[in-house]
């Protein structure tokens, strides 16, 4: 791999792990996502510093130029990340039409026994 591929590499890595890191720091981002996006910056760290591994890998993917199976690797992160998110967003989007539903059921419940306690001092 070219020196100058390699730098712009690690400096890619670096930077997206001090943007996880400072996320993390200021509580913008969840620990179990940090993992996920500490995970695959680490792992572009690496093959972006062993190049040997990179060789490796590239070779047992039929890619003849090394650094393009690093972005191999950084796009199948990604996808990873994108179909587990995808996941939380379904997940989050079914939890708010229940409690949207659990919240239209309690007011009218509190409309019924406001009415019962208007007509009780009706009677009264």
Same mark, same amino acid.
């Given at each position: 791999? $070219? &020196? %100058?591929?390699?730098?712009?590499?690690?400096?890619? #890595? +670096?930077?997206? +792990? @001090?943007?996880?890191?400072?996320?993390?720091?200021?509580? *913008?981002? =969840?620990?179990?996502?940090?993992?996920?996006? &500490?995970? !695959?910056?680490?792992?572009?760290?690496?093959?972006? /510093?062993?190049?040997?591994? =990179? %060789?490796?890998?590239? #070779? @047992?993917?039929?890619? %003849?130029?090394?650094? *393009? @199976? +690093?972005?191999?690797?950084?796009?199948?992160?990604? +996808?990873?990340?994108?179909?587990?998110?995808?996941?939380?967003? !379904?997940?989050?989007?079914?939890? #708010?039409?229940?409690?949207?539903?659990? /919240?239209? &059921? =309690?007011?009218?419940?509190?409309? $019924?026994? $406001?009415?019962? %306690?208007?007509?009780?001092?009706? &009677? #009264?």
């Amino acid at each position: 791999m $070219e &020196l %100058k591929v390699q730098i712009v590499s690690i400096a890619a #890595s +670096l930077g997206v +792990l @001090a943007m996880v890191f400072e996320a993390v720091r200021r509580r *913008n981002l =969840l620990e179990r996502y940090a993992l996920l996006w &500490l995970t !695959s910056g680490f792992v572009l760290l690496g093959l972006a /510093v062993w190049q040997g591994a =990179l %060789k490796t890998l590239a #070779s @047992a993917m039929g890619v %003849k130029y090394a650094p *393009n @199976a +690093l972005f191999v690797v950084a796009f199948g992160f990604i +996808l990873v990340l994108l179909f587990h998110f995808s996941l939380v967003v !379904s997940r989050l989007a079914d939890q #708010s039409r229940v409690l949207a539903q659990r /919240v239209a &059921l =309690l007011e009218e419940r509190l409309r $019924e026994v $406001e009415g019962r %306690k208007s007509d009780e001092h009706v &009677l #009264s």
